[in-house]
Every structure is written in structure tokens, then in C-alpha cells.
């Protein structure tokens, strides 16, 4: 049984940084891909970061530059970190894990967190 929880979130001000985590719990096969998405009540969910099974990563445009995902595969610990925030960047984050065709494509993955708040404001 595979299990992902985040952690990590919280309210900052415009400007500053976070840490989200993913902890996965259970085994994932081999070459599996590891996605951050974030949702706005009344949107559809968004991809944010992605890193497949060899360390290889790609981001959402408009987040490029400011976020960076990282993987601990000792820790079996997933990361967001999250610099310069801004208002905009309100929302909660989520893990996913899968073997999707389309890596920033919700609809792809099998497993999901439960989701952490990240606030921003001014």
C-alpha cells in the first residue's frame, strides 16, 4: 500500500520561502515520476515541478527560476522549495506519484497526498 504525506506549509509574507516535504511510505516501482501540483478552489489543478526516476526535472514557466524539487530517495522524502513567494503562489500543494505520459498532467497519476495550505500575503 502506497502512501504519500505532505507537510510543510504554512502562512509567510510576500518575499519569503517555504519547505514542503512528501514522505512516501510503501513501494514504488522502478522508474516511477513524482509531481507537486496546486489547486485554487474554483480551478482546475495545476502542475508545478516534476522529477522522474533518474533525478531529471521540469517546471511550469511561470515558476521556473523560483521553485526546485528535490528528491532524498534514502529518506524516501520528496521537495519543494519555494523562494520568493508571492500572493499569486496561494494554494494547496499536493504530491503525486505515478508513471503518467504527460509528467505536469493531473489525470495521470495513481497516487495522491491529502494536501498542505500555502498562504502568502502582503
Known amino acids: 500500500q502506497v502512501q504519500l504525506v505532505e507537510s510543510g506549509g504554512g502562512a509567510v509574507k510576500t518575499g519569503g520561502s517555504l519547505r514542503l516535504s512528501c514522505v512516501v511510505s510503501?513501494?514504488?516501482?522502478?522508474?516511477?515520476?513524482m509531481t507537486w501540483f496546486r489547486q485554487v478552489p474554483g480551478t482546475e489543478r495545476e502542475g508545478v515541478a516534476t522529477?522522474?526516476?533518474?533525478?531529471?526535472?521540469a517546471y511550469a514557466d511561470s515558476l521556473k527560476g523560483r521553485f526546485t524539487i528535490s528528491v532524498d530517495n534514502a529518506k524516501n522524502t520528496l521537495f519543494l522549495q519555494m523562494n520568493n513567494l508571492k500572493p499569486e503562489d496561494t494554494a494547496t500543494y499536493y504530491c503525486?506519484?505515478?508513471?503518467?505520459?504527460?509528467?505536469?498532467?493531473?489525470?495521470?497519476?495513481?497516487?495522491w497526498g491529502q494536501g498542505t495550505q500555502v498562504t502568502v500575503s502582503s
Open positions: 503525486a506519484a505515478g508513471y503518467p505520459s504527460r509528467s505536469l498532467d493531473s489525470t495521470d497519476y495513481t497516487y
Open positions: 522529477i522522474d526516476s533518474e533525478g531529471r526535472t
Open positions: 510503501g513501494s514504488l516501482p522502478r522508474n516511477h515520476r
